[in-house]
């Protein structure tokens, strides 16, 4: 094999094209949140009032470390390193959390319901670009919905006879999803194939036969993304309605 | 149905005897055990120096919530309540934690390698007299050495390196079976049924045609218990030896 011949064919175990690359990007940065979301989970499973809040928090741990896993199972697969990728996201979420410590277990439930919440749709937009197994595995794994559900349960509770706590948590509400919607600004700005894949979504909804530009440089300035924050901002708000919550 | 006869007959689903009773006590502090080498693992992985031994923390935290919940199914299946049973030993541990608070990685292991091997030895002990399901239950259970061989690999390897590290663990590990001792005598003394189940094996285990005293009552001055907390300090021992230290 010839030196050039090197250079222009990938290794066989190699992303095959620059989707591939940006697909275990974009599969890091999930397998990342599970990984986020089981250190969450587990320590709310720790701090729980009831044993039966204990237990079924510290299921959805486990279960974030198996979703964690058969994700990094498909980074292997595309020929990625899954150490490398899941530690590429390691300081990601480092300022979202020292800036949003939460005072009560409310506070901490919502905070996961957002943060969750918010990230989880990005992923699923970014998703729409990659291949159809990537693809399939991501949306499964995004959509377990067990913590919203459990956390949609307690804070309606909660707030149904605690107004004081509602407008409370309405203002905690606004400043996570402030933080959050930062949190995804640094990711795409420190992962460009995320939002490569994010942004050739909405290239491709519209006239469908047109190829997608996927080597299209992009920043958090565009419109593109511009449109994609105002979809996780929809999001955010039908959320927090479904609690009861003005965002 | 008479008075009398509620008195004297045991609800269907409830424990058939007092060995079930005794055994679903067992069950309890075994699923306790899981529930709090879960918690512990957790923590371990969130404060683990590389994404390798996060990774793999985390899927031993995981595998413990498996465990934890079989060990409940069979306590359900034996008439008990899950969450009842693994609540009575929800304060077992404090003191033993606020006592040992590791201020290295490497204390941090040993103290997990060395709190699960005396807990581990002792509930072996007692499951020698429950039934034959709820027996092969837990010892597979209480079988699963993922955690002492990363223990052992990970303290050997750092000890090789560093004779004064090798000292203060010896040092440590000396302290923290102390402590453990003490948290099996406090969990007999406030479950006096872990207490008949071990020293039933010790009766059984000498003429085996005699039946086993069940309800002989037991306390930790029994000499019984001093021969179960010989054979806890000798399986230390031979732990210790595994990793090079003194015990």
Redesign the interface.
């Known amino acids: 094999m010839t030196g050039s011949a090197q250079d222009t064919q990938p290794h066989p175990d190699a992303p095959a094209s620059s989707v591939a690359a940006d697909t275990v990007e974009l599969l890091g940065l999930v397998a990342h949140l599970q ?1 986020v979301a ?2 969450r989970l ?2 709310d ?2 701090v729980a009032p009831t ?2 809040q ?2 079924e928090l ?2 959805l ?2 279960a974030a ?2 979703r ?2 058969r994700v ?1 199972a498909r980074v292997v697969e595309l020929g990625g390193d ?2 490398e990728c ?2 590429a996201y ?1 300081r990601l979420l480092e300022d979202f959390d020292s800036r949003t410590q939460p005072s009560t277990w409310w506070e901490r439930l919502l905070r996961t319901y957002v943060a969750e919440g918010v990230s989880d749709d990005f992923c699923r937009i970014a998703a729409a670009s990659v291949d159809e197994r990537s693809r399939e595995l991501l949306l499964e794994v995004l959509d377990d919905a067990a913590h919203a559900d459990l956390a949609v349960g307690e804070l309606e509770a909660a707030g149904a006879q605690d107004e004081v706590l509602v407008s409370r948590l309405a203002l905690w509400g606004r400043r996570l999803v402030g933080e959050a919607l930062g949190v995804v600004q640094q990711a795409i700005a420190a992962h460009p194939g995320l939002g490569r894949l994010a942004v050739r979504r909405e290239h491709a909804a519209a006239p469908a036969d047109v190829p997608a530009p996927v080597d299209t440089p992009t920043s958090a300035e565009d419109g593109d993304t511009g449109k994609i924050f105002g979809e996780l901002t929809a999001e955010h708000t039908r959320r927090m309605s479904r609690l009861g919550l003005t965002a």
Do not use: I, K, M
């Open positions: 990984h089981f250190n587990a320590e499973a720790r044993t039966g204990q237990l510290s299921r741990a486990a470390v198996d964690r896993d990094l899954a150490e899941l530690g390691a």
